[in-house]
Every structure is written in structure tokens, then in C-alpha cells.
């Protein structure tokens, strides 16, 4: 079973960046895809981004452009780097693995954009 840690979370103004990271931890074996997926209060989960094994990756229609995923296999480490942040990209980030072990979550940052 594989341990998800995301980190680079926290407020920044409309217009800015951020990068968050996905670090893994525990067995890892063989994995199959990542995917971030975000919450907001009184919202519905949605999909943001994934990569697969294969380096293909994917984007919600309300990211793309914006958003970029990439990963590093040797560390076992996904990113999702965020630039020209909406305050509708406000919400709780969390990152999840699917691999030969199921699926595996993380607990989660929070990413606040505001003025």
C-alpha cells in the first residue's frame, strides 16, 4: 500500500502561481496512473489532471492552459504546476495514485486564491 503526500499549498493573490507535489512513500510497486483532483465547500470532488505510465497526461477543460502535470519516476513524485490562479481554482487538493495495489489517496492541501 502506498503513501501520498502532497505539499506547496497555501494563499496566494489572483494572477499567481503555485507548485504543488505528490511524494510517495511505503511500497510503491507498479503505478498505473496519478490524477489531482480538488474540492471546494459545498462542491462536488472533480478531476483536474492525470498522467499515466505512459506520460500521457489529461486536463479539465477549466485548467487546461493553465495547469501542468508532470512526474518524475525515479522519485516517485508527481507535480501539478499552477500558474494565472482564479479565485474559482480555491479548493482542497488531493492526490491520487491507481496502481497494481488499487488506489491510494492523500490527505490533501488547501489552495486559496484571493486578493
Known amino acids: 500500500q502506498v503513501q501520498r503526500v502532497e505539499s506547496g499549498g497555501g494563499w496566494v493573490q489572483p494572477g499567481g502561481s503555485l507548485r504543488l507535489s505528490c511524494a510517495a512513500s511505503g511500497n510503491i510497486a507498479s503505478i498505473y496512473s496519478i490524477a489531482w483532483y480538488r474540492q471546494a465547500p459545498g462542491k462536488q470532488r472533480e478531476l483536474v489532471a492525470d498522467?499515466?505510465?505512459?506520460?500521457?497526461?489529461g486536463y479539465a477543460d477549466s485548467v487546461k492552459g493553465r495547469f501542468t502535470i508532470s512526474r518524475d519516476s525515479t522519485k516517485n513524485t508527481v507535480w501539478l504546476n499552477m500558474v494565472s490562479l482564479k479565485p474559482e481554482d480555491t479548493a482542497h487538493y488531493y492526490c491520487?495514485?491507481?496502481?497494481?495495489?488499487?488506489?491510494?489517496w492523500g490527505q490533501g492541501i488547501q489552495v486559496t486564491v484571493s486578493s
Open positions: 491520487k495514485q491507481t496502481g497494481s495495489s488499487g488506489e491510494s
Open positions: 498522467i499515466t505510465n505512459t506520460d500521457t497526461a
